[in-house]
């Protein structure tokens, strides 16, 4: 009607629809075909768009949004769809801001709908992700999309009864010579779960390849290099196009599969002129910022600024593999020995001296063991090894200690054993209790560094910062304290319930209000007493805050003016005057573990 074009009650329409969708927390699949603004309606059609499109960006948070364009979609009618995470064309529609015919009026410029705004134009230019025969095969695309994603931006991604992976070997597809080109998707093909492989954007920038698949019935999203295409490099589209997926995977808690095979970023004037440094940085930016668990493997070469670019470890990854043939380096050892050895390379030896100069650099600076021994990476791994490796990192209970400078940095708490039961198992709260300067603070940050190490999600509410923020304003009169310990018990039940382990480091001087928190919470409360004597903290008086109260500057200050009410039965008690805080923080642990595994083993 009217060519699918928007006037006010259209837009209401469609709003609401998206309001809808957004409240009943369902994903929302729209059919476009729509001539754009209404004419009849002037500048109030224009104004329902405005509205549909912001409606699209509030929706954004909340569910998946696929939009479908069936026939010629114009003006407003365009961005509609580019607001959504995914568009997917029929071979017969068309998408364009102004048509051909305003394109004649206003440019003389001939151009026929397909060639201004069809698939062959937006399947290259990033704006449709999938293109379909017909609207039938675009209902089972959006179906299979939606197979890979979360209802809500909320909820956990769908997980399906897992299947083996095609190949025993993935490496197999690499070919002999470390210069031929081979195609990363049988790569990635070969390591996840047979059939679920849903390649995104398969014809724009095809130097990178994305899209989701399955590892053992979970949803993963894989970013990959693709060597057959410029032989991997990366320049400003393969940035865009992978950036703008990881914010996607981001959103909808998709956890990430980085394979990297890369020379590095595309050199050259074209690149600089388009902005390839500002397009490099947003791969970085939504790389280091997202938070969803995120795995590497290198599979054949990482140089330079590209290494860091794709997700190696000080961008956030959880871990960082390589292949025993991997290459990770600054630059290629062949450009590399033409710049350390200028001088020998004038000589007429010349490209025997460079190929063995090659060698011995790549031997020496490139190869994965060497990056293993930097502390690059986190283990050399075998291709077939890889599917089993990736899951345990992604999805298990493994964790790698975050490299400093090559070395691992030291574990706060050493030698202790892994609490396997701890990452399935229902949230806690370690409640740290006992006077201002007893340690409560050190040995909570010890613990939260340990526990996150170990993949746990944890959340620290100290005293000190919940009083600038939850409890700005309030005293320490026993009212206010209290008033004081019940937000932070608020706090520490909802996100205990939800799986978090959250530390609590407050003075919390006052047993029957502790009582009430232990009360809330059940079994997922565990007391924590610093047994700390008075004149050891007025000893440390790190803040100088007991000088001051001695002197009477502060009043109804804990231990000199305000009485402290020791635990009477506190899971664990911590003597920090005989104990270092790291072995404050082991017991803590070791209790944690054990209390968990009870919890788990009662339920
Ligand atoms: N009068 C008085 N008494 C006790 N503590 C005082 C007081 N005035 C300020 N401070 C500083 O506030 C921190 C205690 O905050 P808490 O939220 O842990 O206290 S309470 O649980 O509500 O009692 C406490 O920090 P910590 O040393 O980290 O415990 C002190 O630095
Ligand atoms: N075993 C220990 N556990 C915790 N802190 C200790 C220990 N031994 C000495 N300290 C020192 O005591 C001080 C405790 O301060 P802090 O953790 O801020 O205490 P509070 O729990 O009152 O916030 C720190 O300077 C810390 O280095």
Request: glycine residues 10%; hydrophobic residues 40%.
């Amino acid at each position: 009607m009217s060519g699918g074009s928007v006037g006010v009650a259209e837009a209401d329409v469609i709003v609401e629809a998206l309001r809808h969708s957004g409240r009943e927390g369902i994903p929302l699949v729209a059919f476009i075909e729509s001539a754009g603004a209404r004419l009849q309606e002037g500048a109030g059609a224009l104004g329902g768009f405005g509205r549909i499109f912001s409606a699209n960006v509030a929706l954004a948070q909340r569910v998946p949004q696929i939009s479908v364009i069936t026939g010629t979609s114009a003006g407003g009618g365009c961005y509609s769809p580019a607001l959504t995470d995914f568009v997917v064309m029929t071979e017969q529609a068309t998408m364009f801001l102004t048509g051909p015919k305003i394109v004649r009026q206003a440019l003389g410029e001939e151009v026929s709908a397909p060639d201004l705004g069809g698939t062959g134009v937006h399947e290259r230019n990033g704006v449709c992700h999938l293109v379909s025969a017909d609207d039938l095969e675009a209902v089972a695309l959006c179906r299979e999309l939606l197979s890979y994603l979360p209802q809500t931006a909320g909820d956990a991604p769908p997980v399906r009864r897992p299947e083996p992976a095609p190949l025993d070997d993935p490496g197999m597809e690499l070919p002999s010579s470390s210069r031929s080109y081979y195609d990363v998707r049988a790569v990635i093909r070969g390591l996840v779960d047979r059939g679920g492989f849903l390649e995104l954007w398969p014809r724009w920038a095809r130097n990178m390849v994305v899209g989701f698949a399955r590892l053992d019935g979970r949803t993963v999203g894989i970013v990959a290099n693709q060597s057959r295409h410029l032989g991997g490099i990366i320049d400003t589209e393969a940035s865009q196009k992978a950036a703008r997926f990881i914010r996607t995977a981001e959103r909808f808690r998709i956890p990430l599969l980085v394979l990297v095979d890369t020379p590095g970023f595309m050199p050259g004037s074209r690149q600089e002129s388009a902005g390839v440094i500002r397009h490099g940085a947003e791969l970085l930016r939504a790389f280091a910022g997202a938070t969803v668990p995120r795995v590497t493997v290198i599979v054949r070469k990482a140089y330079g600024g590209a290494f860091i670019t794709m997700n190696c470890k000080d961008l956030g990854a959880r871990a960082a593999f390589a292949w025993h043939d991997a290459e990770i380096g600054i630059m290629s050892p062949r450009s590399a020995v033409e710049i350390i050895h200028r001088r020998e390379l004038e000589h007429p030896a010349g490209e025997e001296t460079a190929e063995r100069l090659a060698l011995l650099y790549a031997q020496a600076q490139l190869s994965a063991t060497a990056a293993l021994r930097r502390g690059a990476i986190d283990d050399v791994i075998a291709p077939h090894e890889t599917r089993t490796r990736v899951i345990e990192v992604l999805f298990g209970r493994r964790r790698f200690p975050r490299r400093v400078g090559g070395t691992p940095a030291p574990a706060p708490a050493a030698g202790l054993p892994e609490p396997p039961e701890l990452r399935d198992a229902a949230g806690c709260t370690l409640w740290f209790t006992g006077l201002s300067g007893a340690g409560k603070s050190t040995v909570a940050a010890l613990v939260a560094r340990e526990l996150r190490e170990r993949g746990e999600r944890v959340e620290v509410l100290d005293g000190d910062v919940v009083r600038q923020h939850l409890s700005k304003g309030l005293g320490f009169s026993r009212e206010d304290r209290d008033t004081n310990i019940r937000r932070i018990a608020f706090v520490a039940d909802v996100l205990s319930r939800n799986g978090v382990c959250v530390l609590v480091a407050a003075i919390s001087p006052y047993r029957v209000t502790r009582d009430e928190a232990r009360e809330l919470m059940g079994e997922r409360f565990i007391e924590i007493y610093l047994r700390t004597s008075l004149d050891e903290c007025i000893r440390r008086d790190t803040k100088g805050l007991y000088e001051r109260a001695l002197r009477g500057e502060i009043g109804q200050f804990t231990g000199i003016s305000d009485p402290y009410e020791e635990p009477l039965a506190p899971e664990i008690a911590l003597d920090t005057e005989r104990e270092a805080p790291e072995e404050s923080a082991a017991r803590v642990l070791a209790l944690v573990a054990a209390r968990l595994g009870r919890a788990e083993v009662a339920a």
